[in-house]
C-alpha cells in the first residue's frame, strides 16, 4: 500500500475519534449509558513497520507499508489482562514479515478514552533484506517482541461495544538465525535482526462489561453510647472495597462536636477522651481515603450522649440519740455517689458543739438545756452536687436522787442467862458487854427505840421471860441512863433463857408477831436484877 494512502487512513481514524471530543453535546445521544470496562476485546489494525538500524549482508531492511494484526485480549481484572495477536505485513521486496505473539495488557479507562500499554513476545517470520534473487536464504522463524501504548475511543452508537483504536505506537524486535554463512560473504545464513517501530489503526469489538469496582464505604460506632465527662469512649471503624498493600494505605480522618482525639491515624479506631465535656449529645465523624480516585472515598458517622452525675445521697444518725445534759453523742453520716465521685461532709447542730472528723462527728451538750437538738448532715462531691439530711438528739433532764431506803428495825446481840444456875434471870457480868454496846448504838440514834423480848426455857414459869426482860430494861436504864421511855418490854415463845434485842429506828416497823406484852406492875421480881460489878483490887 503506497505510503501516502496509509496515512490518509489513520488521519481519518484520529478524526473520527477526535470529533466527539471537540463536540461534547454531540457526543452520546439521549439515554446512551456510560461504558464500563469491556472483560474481553478482539481488535484488527492496518500496520506499517518502519525498520532502521537492521540489516542483513549489509542490505538494510526497507519499511513495508501494508500489515495486518488481529488479536484477543481477555481481561483477569478490570485494568490488566492477557493479549494475544497475529501480524502479517505483506513485503514489497519480498523479504517476508510475521509474528505470532502474546504477553499483558493493562488499561486506564476514563470515560469513553482507554489508554492502554502491552508487552508481548513470541515466534517471528522473516527472511532476507531484500529479493530473494541472489540469496539461497528461506523465510525462516525466529523470537521476536514487541512493546508499546496505544488509545482506544469507544464510539457512543452500537451500546458501547464498538471503539476506534487510534494509532498505536510499538517498538519490535526480531531476531532470526538462517544458519551458517558459509563460505565467508556468501549469500547465505547469518543473522537477522529488526528493529522496528509500528504504527497501527484499527477497531475494537468489546465483549461482556467487568464491573467496576465497588465504591468505597465506611461505618463506625461507639462504646459506650451513653458516659460521664471523663469517661473515655471507644470509636470502632469498619472499611469496606479497598484493598489494601504496602503500596497504597488508607488513611483515616477523625473529627468530634466534642471533646479530644486523635485527627489522622492509620488504623480504623480511635479513641474520644470527654474529660470536661458539659452533658448533651456529640458526633464524631470519620473518613477513609485510599489514592485519588473518587469511590476510594468514604465516611461515617457516629452519636455519644454526655450525662449530667447524679447528685449525692446522704443518712445521718446520731448514738446515743437520748442523753443527760453534758453528755455526748456520736453523728454519723453515709453518704454515696452513685458515679462513686469523691465527697466531702459537713455538720450543724441547733445547740451544743460539734466535731468533726471526717464521716462522723461528736455532739458536746455541756451547758445545753433539756430538750431537743437538731443536727444536720451535709454531703458534698467534685462537681458541686450537694445533699443534706437531719437527725435530732433529745437532751433529758436527770431523774431526782432516789428517796433513801426507808428504815428497818436491827436485831442486836442477844443475852443469854444460861450461866448462872442459881440466880437465872439476873444479868451477869458478861452479858453487860452485849448491853453495853446497845446502850452505845441507842446513844447514836437518840429517836432510836428498844424492843427487847424476853423468853424463859420450857422447865420455867412464863414469868421468868419478864423478869428477864426487865433486869435487862432496869440495867439499861440505871447503869446507862437510857430513857425507859425509849425502851419497850415484850415476852417472846418459848424457847431458852434470852433476852432478844431489837433496835428500831424512827419511822421503822418491826413485827410483833410472836410476843407478846406485859404489864410489869404485875411482875413478881426476885433477887437482884444484875450482878453488881466487880470490886477493884489494891
Known amino acids: ?25 454531540q457526543a452520546s445521544p439521549a439515554g446512551t449509558a456510560p461504558p464500563t470496562p469491556s472483560k474481553a476485546d478482539i481488535f484488527a489494525t492496518y500496520s506499517y513497520l518502519h525498520p532502521f538500524e ?29 493479549d494475544a495477536e497475529y501480524a502479517k505485513l505483506f513485503d514489497s521486496p519480498d523479504y517476508c514479515f510475521s509474528t505470532v505473539q502474546a504477553g499483558l495488557a493493562a488499561r486506564y479507562p476514563h470515560g469513553r478514552l482507554v489508554p492502554f500499554a502491552h508487552a508481548i513476545g513470541g515466534a517471528a517470520h522473516t527472511g532476507p533484506a531484500y529479493d530473494h534473487s541472489g540469496s539461497t536464504n528461506i523465510c525462516s522463524w525466529g523470537w521476536g517482541v514487541n512493546g508499546g501504548v496505544g488509545l482506544d475511543y469507544i464510539l457512543p452508537a452500537f451500546n458501547n461495544r464498538i471503539a476506534i483504536r487510534l494509532p498505536e505506537l510499538d517498538f519490535q524486535y526480531t531476531h532470526t538465525d538462517f544458519g551458517p554463512q558459509v563460505p565467508a560473504g556468501a549469500l547465505v545464513g547469518g543473522i537477522g ?22 465504591p468505597a464505604s465506611y461505618g463506625c460506632e461507639v462504646q459506650p453510647v451513653s458516659v460521664y465527662p471523663g469517661d473515655p469512649i471507644t470509636v470502632t471503624g469498619k472499611a469496606l472495597n479497598l484493598e489494601e498493600n504496602k503500596h497504597l494505605l488508607p488513611t483515616y480522618t477523625w473529627n468530634s462536636t466534642g471533646g479530644r482525639m486523635p485527627q489522622q491515624t492509620s488504623t480504623p479506631n480511635n479513641t474520644i477522651s470527654t474529660a470536661g465535656l458539659a452533658a448533651g449529645d456529640y458526633t464524631v465523624s470519620g473518613t477513609v481515603s485510599e489514592g485519588i480516585a473518587a469511590n476510594r472515598h468514604a465516611a461515617c458517622t457516629a452519636s455519644f450522649r454526655v450525662l449530667s452525675y447524679d447528685p449525692p445521697t446522704v443518712a445521718c444518725s446520731a448514738s446515743p440519740t437520748s442523753l443527760a445534759p453534758g453528755g455526748f453523742s456520736t453523728i454519723t453520716a453515709t453518704g454515696r455517689s452513685p458515679q462513686n465521685r469523691a465527697l466531702n461532709y459537713s455538720y450543724g447542730a441547733s445547740a451544743g458543739q460539734i466535731t468533726v472528723s471526717g464521716t462522723t462527728a461528736t455532739l458536746a451538750t455541756a451547758d445545753v438545756a433539756p430538750g431537743t437538738i437538731n443536727v444536720t448532715c451535709n454531703v458534698v462531691d467534685d462537681q458541686g452536687k450537694q445533699a443534706s439530711a437531719t437527725t435530732t438528739v433529745a437532751v433529758i433532764a436527770p431523774p431526782p436522787p432516789p428517796a433513801p ?10 443475852v443469854s442467862f444460861e450461866r448462872d444456875k442459881k440466880r437465872p434471870v439476873r444479868v451477869d457480868n458478861e452479858a453487860k458487854g452485849c448491853l453495853d454496846d446497845i446502850a452505845l448504838a441507842l446513844g447514836r440514834d437518840p429517836n432510836a427505840l428498844l424492843v427487847v423480848v424476853g423468853k424463859h426455857g420450857a422447865d420455867e414459869k412464863p414469868d421468868a421471860a419478864a423478869e428477864r426482860t426487865l433486869n435487862v430494861k432496869q440495867y439499861l436504864t440505871d447503869e446507862k441512863g437510857i430513857d425507859p421511855t425509849r425502851i419497850e418490854v415484850r415476852t417472846g415463845e418459848t424457847a431458852d433463857r434470852t433476852v432478844d434485842n431489837v433496835l428500831v429506828p424512827p419511822g421503822a416497823s418491826w413485827d410483833t ?26
Open 54 to 82: 537492521s540489516h542483513l549482508y549489509g542490505q538494510p531492511y526497507t519499511s513495508i507499508p501494508g500489515g495486518a494484526s488481529g488479536g484477543f485480549t481477555a481481561y483477569f481484572l478490570p485494568w490488566l489482562g492477557l
Open 513 to 538: 408477831q410472836g410476843t407478846t406484852s406485859f404489864d410489869p406492875e404485875h411482875v413478881q421480881r426476885h433477887g437482884e436484877p444484875y450482878a453488881p460489878a466487880p470490886k477493884s483490887k489494891k
Open 405 to 414: 431506803p426507808a428504815p428497818s428495825a436491827q436485831k442486836l446481840c442477844s
Open 1 to 25: 500500500m503506497p505510503p501516502r494512502l496509509l496515512k490518509s487512513l489513520l488521519l481519518a481514524a484520529a478524526a473520527t475519534a477526535l470529533l466527539p471530543l471537540a463536540c461534547p453535546a
Open 193 to 214: 535482526e529488526i528493529k522496528a517501530v509500528r504504527a497501527e489503526a484499527g477497531f475494537v469489538i468489546r465483549l461482556g462489561e467487568s464491573a467496576p469496582p465497588l
